[in-house]
Structures are given as C-alpha cells and as structure tokens.
C-alpha cells in the first residue's frame, strides 16, 4: 500500500520532470530536470528492491555524466531564440519519432500475444538476501562473456577519445614536469667570481 | 523505581500500547534530529576550532572575545554562535538578474546532501542510523550530488565570477572522485561487503588489523582527495579570493550564504574525516584490542575511538591548511588525474596480488 502511493508519488514527479527537460526555455534548467528525472528513475527502483542500480543510477548519470553536461551547456552560449526559429522545421520529424515509440511501447504492453510472460508478484527475498552479491555472481558467472566484452568495448571507448583529442602541436610551450624534477642546479646556475674593483 | 512518578508511568504505558511501527518512526526521528544537531554544532565548534588552531600556528591569539554569558572560562568559544545569529539576522539579497528559483534552490541541495550522508555512517557498534546493504555506495552517490549545490549556485547567480567558482568546482569535483572511488575499491576488496558495519567489523583483532597498514597509499589519497573534494586549502581555488573574488557563493549573503557554503563544507570535512577512519582506521576499534587484556577499559571498542580518529584528521585538515600554499589550477588537475589515479591503480592491482598470494590480511581465506 505505502510501495504504490510512493510509486504514483514519485512517476507522477518523474513524468513532470521529463515534460520539463522538453518544454522548458532554458537549456540549463532543462539538463537540470534531466538531473531530476534520473534520480526519481533512481528511486523507482530502489522501490523494487534493486538498490545496486538505483545508487550506481545516481553516482555515474546523476554525479558524474550530467555534471559534465552542465559543465558544456554552461559554458555554451546557446542562442535559445534562434533554436527555437527551426521548431516548426523539425516537428514533424520529432512527431513521427515519438509516434513510433509510443507505438512500441503499446505494442509490447497492450497486445499481450508477443508470449511476454508479465511480470507477477515477485517471490518473497530471504532475510539475508543481498542484492549486490546476487548482481556480482551473475555478472561474474553467466554473463561473464558479455561483461568484458562491454569493458573492452568502452576501454578502446576511452582510448580513441582521448587519442582523437591529444593534439601535438608545434611552437607552444608546455609544462613538462619530468624535465622539471630532474633539473639540478648545475644545469641552471653558474657561478662566476668578479674581481671586485681594486681602489686606484 | 522510575514508575514511581505517576506521570512517567502514564507516559510509559501509552508507549508500549503504541504499534511498534509507529515507535520505530518515533524512535528513528529522534535519532536522525540527534544526528543532525550534533553535525551543525561540531560544524560550529570546528570554524571555532580551525581560527583557534590557524591562529596559533601563525602566532596569532584568533578569536578570545565572546565567551558564554560572560564567564571567564573559554575565551571566544561562542564566537561562532555569535557569527550564526549575525548570518541568520542579516538580510538575503537575490541578484535582479539571477534565476531566483535556483538560486534559492542551491543551499538546499547543497544542505541536504551534505546531511543525509549521515545516515549510513556507523558512529558505534550499535548506533548506526540506517545499516544497509550498500553503505559504501550510497555515500558514493550522495557525496557526488554535492557538486551540484555549487553548479547550480555558481550559475544562477549570473555573474562572472561565481561562475568560474562553479567551473572550477565542477572539474575538480569530478578529477578527485575517480581517485576517491578508487581508493574505495581497495576497502572493499580488504572487507568483502559494501556495508559500512561489516567494513569496520573486518578490521577487528588488533591495531594491525586495520586497513591502515595495508592500504596505507590508499588511505593518504582518500584523505587527500578529501580535502580537493571539500573545496579546503591548499585546493580551494573554487574560493580563490585572490583571483575569482569569492567564487560560487560570492553572490550569496546572510542565511544563504551560511548553508551554500560554510555548513556543507564544515559539515563535508567532518564527514570525510569520519570516513577516513572507518575505512582504514577501524571506525570505533580500540587500538589496543587484542594488544592489552580483554576487560580492560582500554581495548574496549566505543564512539570515543572513532571521535578521537576524526578530531586527528580534522586537525589534520587545519594543520594542511596553515601550512601549504594554494595549487594553481593546472597543478591540481595533473595531481588529480595523472598521480592519484594511475597510484589508486597499481595499488589495485598490488593489492589482487596479495589477495592471490594470500598474504596478510587474506591470509585467513587460505
């Protein structure tokens, strides 16, 4: 009874909040909703008892991917009047996307002929149930193939990011802290004795 | 005896005849309440402490007038209570040009995220607010939501400056995370759980036992990554007065100035001080368990232990603060990005070869 009011209470906020990622003017405000939208998602599922996900939900989407959004919409200066000149251009286009995935989605859940076998009252959780253990050893067992596959997958991800964005370029000066560390005052200093000034 | 009082005992018998749900949600409010009051009065007693302990190690006497109702005892310990009312009594100015909603809406978040991280914190072996499953990576989840209360401050206040706080927040917030997340894996291979009791109950048995000799690296870039994490010098370049006037909360003033910036980041610096010691200094462990007989008082694990650790690295946060000079920019991110993390990694990797090898505390796993 508190699981489904909390449920209603927090997709009602989830649904507002992705309505505000679309319709609201300012493209910071709307990242902003999006923040919102990925952590209601989080407690969602926190309601169904997946609290691993929910928190790694939170900790990359919410405190680490979103942040960096927020950090290049800010630093953008969006000219929001001139977005909003192509709206009527692109519209039908956004019209005929979403008429095809809300489409889906009736198709899958209101013709229930596709032999989806819907999701029935969950067995009831031993006491010592620990959800992060269970997501460990299938991840690590079952589905260990797939798992790496998808570590590897992002590790080249990551590689070819970062090769696309290291540029050497020429005539720049760069800090080059080994070569700093290893300078020793003989390299730098010289010593020279002048003879002082002898009095006449 | 205590029954004797009749209107103890009315009061007890309406509480036994409540159901028990509604004794927890009694009992559990109280506790939460508790916890909180004593985050914001230690977060009082530690700007106290910090003018007080910066002031003598620069020769300097730091605040020794206000004293409570006049007695001569403690010169200066009420000043930050005197500083409170003053903050709350000053007028909250809001920018024209500010986004009014968030920028009344960043001391919340930054507020809030900086309270409910508490609630999985074991402060004892039977006092911990909520004991759950994945303690470790709620305090994960929690600690980066922080961010965003100096995004969204550093935003809405429209001007310059607060912004290049909130850049500069941004990005280094999210360098020393990575280094933090890291350092926390090594925990969790040493104590096989998630959960913050189990964490500190698998370095029981005796001083040796802690995760401190065995993660040592990983304790000092934890507790270093804390104080970039915190916005504290020498990496508080989001403030930097010289440079960027204020930064994040140059725009804020009165109460909202107090719980955007000054109450987080106190009540941050306790709470990574707190965790420091639970991860690699055994939380509420006697270093003396297991050194010294049993039913000695001293090898007796209480709060006591865990409150002397966090006034250690507390001290320690004052201590780094009077002592270096602020990194520049460029500085902190190579410390943050190329040393914290490749080092987080190879002790990773040293520490899989010592679970391999069954050496220390795997050793029992044989």
Same mark, same amino acid.
């Given at each position: 009874?508190l699981?489904?009011?909390?449920?209603?209470?927090?997709?009602?906020?989830?649904?507002?909040?992705a309505?505000g990622?679309?319709?609201?003017?300012?493209?910071?405000?709307?990242?902003? *909703?999006?923040v919102?939208?990925?952590?209601?998602?989080?407690?969602?599922?926190?309601?169904?008892?997946?609290?691993?996900?929910?928190?790694?939900?939170v900790?990359?989407?919410?405190?680490a @991917?979103?942040v960096?959004?927020?950090?290049v919409?800010? %630093?953008?200066?969006?000219?929001?009047?001139?977005?909003?000149?192509?709206?009527?251009?692109?519209?039908p286009?956004?019209?005929?996307?979403? #008429?095809l %995935?809300?489409?889906?989605?009736?198709?899958v859940v209101?013709f229930?002929?596709?032999?989806?076998?819907?999701?029935?009252?969950?067995?009831?959780?031993?006491?010592?149930?620990?959800?992060?253990h269970?997501?460990g050893?299938v991840?690590?067992?079952?589905?260990m193939?797939?798992?790496?596959?998808?570590?590897?997958?992002?590790?080249?991800?990551?590689?070819?990011?970062?090769?696309?964005?290291m540029?050497?370029r020429?005539g720049?000066?760069?800090?080059?802290?080994?070569?700093?560390?290893?300078?020793?005052?003989?390299? &730098?200093?010289?010593?020279v004795?002048?003879d002082?000034?002898k009095?006449? | 005896? %205590?029954a004797?009082?009749?209107g103890?005992?009315w009061? =007890?018998?309406?509480?036994?005849?409540?159901?028990?749900?509604?004794?927890?949600l009694?009992?559990?409010?109280?506790?939460?309440?508790?916890?909180?009051?004593?985050?914001v009065?230690?977060?009082?007693?530690?700007?106290?402490?910090?003018?007080?302990?910066?002031?003598?190690?620069?020769s300097r006497h730091?605040?020794?007038?206000?004293?409570?109702?006049?007695?001569?005892?403690?010169?200066? @310990?009420?000043?930050p209570?005197?500083? @409170?009312?003053?903050?709350?009594?000053?007028?909250?100015?809001?920018?024209?040009?500010?986004?009014?909603?968030?920028?009344?809406?960043?001391?919340m978040?930054?507020i809030v995220?900086?309270?409910?991280?508490?609630?999985v914190?074991p402060?004892s072996?039977?006092?911990?607010?909520?004991?759950v499953?994945? #303690?470790?990576?709620?305090?994960?989840?929690?600690?980066?939501?922080?961010?965003?209360?100096?995004?969204?401050? #550093?935003? &809405?206040?429209?001007?310059?400056y607060?912004?290049?706080?909130?850049?500069?927040?941004?990005?280094?917030?999210?360098?020393?995370e990575?280094?933090?997340?890291?350092?926390l894996?090594?925990?969790?291979?040493a104590?096989?759980?998630l959960n913050?009791?189990?964490?500190?109950?698998?370095?029981? #048995?005796?001083?040796?036992h802690?995760?401190?000799?065995?993660?040592?690296?990983?304790?000092?870039?934890?507790?270093?990554?804390?104080?970039?994490?915190?916005?504290?010098?020498?990496f508080?370049?989001?403030?930097?007065?010289?440079?960027?006037?204020?930064?994040?909360?140059v725009?804020?003033?009165?109460?909202t100035?107090?719980?955007?910036?000054?109450?987080?980041?106190y009540?941050?610096m306790? =709470?990574?001080?707190?965790?420091?010691?639970?991860?690699f200094?055994?939380?509420?462990l006697?270093?003396?368990?297991?050194?010294?007989?049993?039913d000695?008082?001293?090898?007796?694990?209480?709060?006591?232990?865990?409150?002397?650790?966090?006034?250690?690295?507390l *001290?320690?946060?004052?201590?780094?603060?009077?002592?270096?000079?602020?990194y520049?920019?460029d500085?902190?991110?190579r410390?943050?990005?190329?040393?914290?993390?490749?080092?987080?990694? @190879?002790?990773?990797?040293?520490?899989?070869?010592?679970?391999?090898?069954?050496?220390?505390?795997?050793?029992?796993?044989g």
């Amino acid at each position: 009874m508190l699981t489904t009011i909390l449920f209603y209470f927090f997709s009602t906020i989830l649904v507002g909040s992705a309505a505000g990622v679309v319709l609201s003017r300012n493209p910071v405000r709307a990242a902003l *909703f999006l923040v919102l939208a990925f952590f209601e998602s989080a407690v969602l599922w926190l309601l169904l008892d997946a609290e691993f996900l929910a928190l790694v939900l939170v900790l990359v989407y919410v405190g680490a @991917v979103m942040v960096l959004f927020l950090f290049v919409i800010m %630093m953008l200066d969006i000219n929001v009047a001139k977005m909003r000149e192509g709206f009527t251009k692109h519209a039908p286009l956004g019209a005929v996307v979403a #008429g095809l %995935m809300i489409a889906e989605i009736v198709y899958v859940v209101w013709f229930r002929h596709l032999g989806i076998t819907l999701a029935t009252t969950a067995p009831p959780l031993p006491a010592n149930y620990s959800n992060v253990h269970l997501l460990g050893q299938v991840l690590y067992t079952d589905y260990m193939l797939p798992f790496e596959l998808a570590a590897i997958v992002l590790l080249i991800a990551m590689v070819a990011a970062i090769s696309l964005t290291m540029r050497h370029r020429t005539g720049f000066k760069k800090q080059d802290i080994s070569a700093q560390v290893a300078r020793r005052r003989e390299d &730098a200093v010289r010593i020279v004795k002048v003879d002082s000034e002898k009095a006449s | 005896m %205590m029954a004797h009082v009749p209107g103890l005992a009315w009061l =007890l018998a309406q509480w036994s005849a409540m159901p028990a749900y509604l004794q927890l949600l009694i009992v559990k409010t109280a506790e939460i309440i508790g916890v909180m009051l004593a985050v914001v009065i230690s977060v009082a007693l530690l700007t106290y402490a910090e003018r007080k302990v910066i002031g003598w190690m620069q020769s300097r006497h730091g605040p020794n007038q206000i004293r409570i109702f006049g007695l001569p005892i403690l010169k200066g @310990v009420a000043q930050p209570f005197a500083d @409170v009312i003053k903050l709350l009594l000053k007028e909250v100015l809001v920018p024209s040009k500010a986004d009014k909603v968030l920028f009344l809406l960043a001391p919340m978040i930054a507020i809030v995220t900086a309270l409910t991280t508490w609630a999985v914190v074991p402060f004892s072996p039977d006092f911990v607010l909520a004991d759950v499953d994945a #303690g470790l990576l709620y305090i994960l989840a929690l600690t980066s939501l922080g961010v965003y209360g100096i995004i969204i401050a #550093g935003w &809405a206040s429209n001007s310059k400056y607060a912004m290049l706080g909130a850049m500069r927040a941004a990005a280094q917030i999210v360098a020393y995370e990575i280094a933090m997340g890291f350092a926390l894996v090594g925990v969790l291979m040493a104590s096989g759980s998630l959960n913050m009791t189990a964490i500190v109950s698998a370095q029981s #048995g005796s001083i040796l036992h802690w995760n401190l000799l065995w993660l040592f690296p990983l304790m000092i870039i934890y507790f270093i990554s804390g104080v970039a994490e915190t916005n504290r010098a020498p990496f508080d370049v989001v403030e930097g007065e010289s440079e960027i006037v204020a930064g994040f909360h140059v725009e804020y003033s009165g109460a909202t100035f107090a719980t955007v910036f000054a109450l987080p980041e106190y009540a941050n610096m306790i =709470l990574i001080a707190t965790l420091t010691s639970v991860f690699f200094l055994g939380g509420w462990l006697s270093p003396f368990q297991g050194l010294v007989p049993a039913d000695w008082l001293l090898a007796q694990s209480s709060f006591l232990w865990l409150f002397i650790k966090i006034l250690w690295f507390l *001290f320690c946060y004052l201590w780094i603060r009077a002592t270096f000079p602020r990194y520049r920019y460029d500085q902190i991110m190579r410390l943050g990005w190329k040393v914290f993390i490749p080092l987080t990694i @190879v002790w990773i990797l040293v520490e899989c070869g010592m679970v391999a090898l069954r050496v220390g505390p795997w050793a029992q796993f044989g």
